[in-house]
Every structure is written in structure tokens, then in C-alpha cells.
T-cell receptor, first 118, second 114 residues
Framework: AQKVTQAQTEISVVEKEDVTLDCVYE???????LFWYKQPPSGELVFLIR??????QNEISGRYSWNFQKSTSSFNFTITASQVVDSAVYFC???????????????FGSGTQLTVLP | NAGVTQTPKFQVLKTGQSMTLQCAQD?????MSWYRQDPGMGLRLIHY???????DQGEVPNGYNVSRSTTEDFPLRLLSAAPSQTSVYFC?????????????FGPGTRLTVL
């Protein structure tokens, strides 16, 4: 069975601080993908990034960066110089194949509520 | 493109009532799915479909039915609503069922069962 743990339920920072959101996953599959989604107060989930299990390169996109470490089964997300608009719930998700068919099973973590104060 | 649309946005039901949550996408995606979001539990998969005429159960299918008669539409039916089905429901679609495909989500339906 797959599992995604986001131990930080809520994080509050002051604008311009850096913040890291933790994600730890469990799977026995050797091929899988990891995702981060953002859910702003408007409610709609927005895709941020994907990483496959064979690519441990870290990635930076503007103020966002992701650190993928298979050795610790972690896929952490860092926001540099946070802004009020970053306030949202952030979900980490794990995608693995379903043995009975071609579709994948997507397992979400419970989410981290990030509040950036002005 | 409208993306993924859901109706209604809000709904209040009484225990035992039935209703259908509508979901449509205009991106010609093969894969569609329904999730429910409950506090502290993230999103849990209810049902999914890998194409028209094909559906399967997810993690929490009890009390829900789905059908996929067209590529565009994937309605979710609550057969006899229960208070435990109070939740926010999201419909999502992706190009196909591949591991790598990101999902596009609708705006959600907030359902309250009294």
C-alpha cells in the first residue's frame, strides 16, 4: 500500500521568510511519480511540479524549489522569500501503477496549510 | 477551454435523498476521477474512469455510483445520502491513466447532508 505523510498540518511565517514543506512517502514500487499541488483559498487544486522516481535532481522554479531524496523517501518543497499570495494548502501526492489495469493510483497526503503573514 | 467544470457548487441534502454531481471536461482527456476532501485526510479517490464505458472503484466507493457514457462527462451519483458524505467533492481529469500525468481539477462541490 502507498502512503504519503505531510507531518506539518499548519505553518505560519512572516512575509519574506523561507519555508520548507515536508513530504515523506512509502511505496514498494520502483517506478512512481511524485507531485505537488497547491490549493489556494478559492479551492481549486493547481498542479505545481512532478518528479519521477529515477530523477533525483533538485529543481528550482523562481522562488520555488524541490528536493527529492530517495534515500529518505522525501520530496520537500521550499518557498524562498514567501509572499502573502503563497498562502494556501499544499498537497504532496504519489502516483503508482494499478496492477489490474493501466491506470495509476494517486495517493495524497493530508496537506499543509501555509499562512504567510504581511 | 473551460477545463473541468462541476455543478452545483454548493448543495444541501437531507439524509436518504439522492442526487447527481455533474462533471465535464473539454480537453478530450481519457482519464477522469472523483475525489472527496475531508479535513485532515487529504483527497481520497472515490471512482475513476480510463475511458468512455469503463469505470472502476477507488479507495472509498461505498454509497456512490458513476458512469461514463461520453469522454466529456463523468457524473457522480449519491444513492441515499448520509451525513458521513458531507464533504467537498472534486472531479479531475488527465490525458490518460499514465503515472506521469498531472490532473486538472474542477472547482469542487461542497455537499452538506443533514
Amino acid at each position: 500500500a502507498q502512503k504519503v505523510t505531510q507531518a506539518q498540518t499548519e505553518i505560519s511565517v512572516v512575509e519574506k521568510e523561507d519555508v520548507t514543506l515536508d513530504c515523506v512517502y512509502e511505496t514498494r514500487d520502483t517506478t512512481y511519480y511524485l507531485f505537488w499541488y497547491k490549493q489556494p483559498p478559492s479551492g481549486e487544486l493547481v498542479f505545481l511540479i512532478r518528479r519521477n522516481s529515477f530523477d533525483e535532481q533538485n529543481e528550482i522554479s523562481g522562488r520555488y524549489s524541490w528536493n527529492f531524496q530517495k534515500s529518505t523517501s522525501s520530496f520537500n518543497f521550499t518557498i524562498t522569500a514567501s509572499q502573502v499570495v503563497d498562502s494556501a494548502v499544499y498537497f504532496c501526492a504519489l502516483s503508482v501503477g494499478i496492477s489490474s489495469g493501466s491506470a495509476r493510483q494517486l495517493t495524497f497526503g493530508s496537506g499543509t496549510q501555509l499562512t504567510v503573514l504581511p | 477551454n473551460a477545463g473541468v467544470t462541476q455543478t452545483p457548487k454548493f448543495q444541501v441534502l437531507k439524509t436518504g435523498q439522492s442526487m447527481t454531481l455533474q462533471c465535464a471536461q473539454d480537453m478530450n482527456h481519457e482519464y477522469m476521477s472523483w475525489y472527496r476532501q475531508d479535513p485532515g485526510m487529504g483527497l481520497r479517490l472515490i471512482h475513476y474512469s480510463v475511458g468512455a464505458g469503463i469505470t472502476d472503484q477507488g479507495e472509498v466507493p461505498n454509497g456512490y455510483n458513476v458512469s461514463r457514457s461520453t469522454t466529456e462527462d463523468f457524473p457522480l451519483r449519491l444513492l441515499s445520502a448520509a451525513p458521513s458524505q458531507t464533504s467537498v467533492y472534486f472531479c479531475a481529469s488527465s490525458y490518460d491513466g499514465g503515472l506521469y500525468n498531472e490532473q486538472f481539477f474542477g472547482p469542487g462541490t461542497r455537499l452538506t447532508v443533514l
